[in-house]
């Protein structure tokens, strides 16, 4: 017992000395990011288990279609969690509204209190998220194919639909200069 008390005490001094000369003086939540990647790694292993669990054959290599539908409504995915006007009640309790930042987007800062920080610095982040979201997408796919298919091709469509407005908003602002 001893021995596990003094291997505890000697990574936690490790651990804020890595803090200390990393961070340079910014507070880098690196415990955060730490707790974030363990429950990432948590969370991969139960749809990993679950995917077995089930006896899913894990496909010989990626089909084309299926990669790029999956990137696109990552992406889209993503950007609604982290960005849009109406999904901001989700991240409020983890971050500070800014003002806006584009078409139906917000610009939020995490907040700066423990494990919240680590918190809204992802739920802003929408690189960050879309490796959750990638993630679950293909366990998704996995699992229930043809409903996350028809999910993902609705979040594409909505992609294509947005790529669309702001195409249309370009072309009128250009023609009329409005």
Known sequence: MAIDSRLAERLRRRLRRTERTYSAGEGRPLRGYLVAMTAFGVYTAGWAT?????????PDKPVPWDV?????????LS??????????????????????????????????DGAK???????????CVSVWVASTLTA???????????????????????????????????????
């Open 50 to 58: 679950v995917v077995k669990m089930r006896g899913r054959p894990l």
């Open 68 to 76: 790029a539908l999956t990137a696109v409504a990552t992406f889209r």
């Open 79 to 112: 950007r609604l969690l982290t960005k849009a006007s109406v999904t901001s009640p989700l991240r409020a309790p983890f971050t500070t509204y800014e003002g806006p930042e584009g078409p139906a987007e917000l610009h939020e800062e995490a907040r700066s």
């Open 117 to 127: 920080d680590t918190v809204g610095e992802l739920l802003t982040c929408p690189f």
């Open 140 to 178: 998704g796919q996995l699992l229930w194919p043809r409903g996350t298919r028809t999910a993902m091709g609705a979040l594409t469509a909505l992609a294509g639909a947005d790529a669309l407005q702001l195409t249309y908003s370009a072309l009128v602002e250009k023609t009329t200069g409005e």
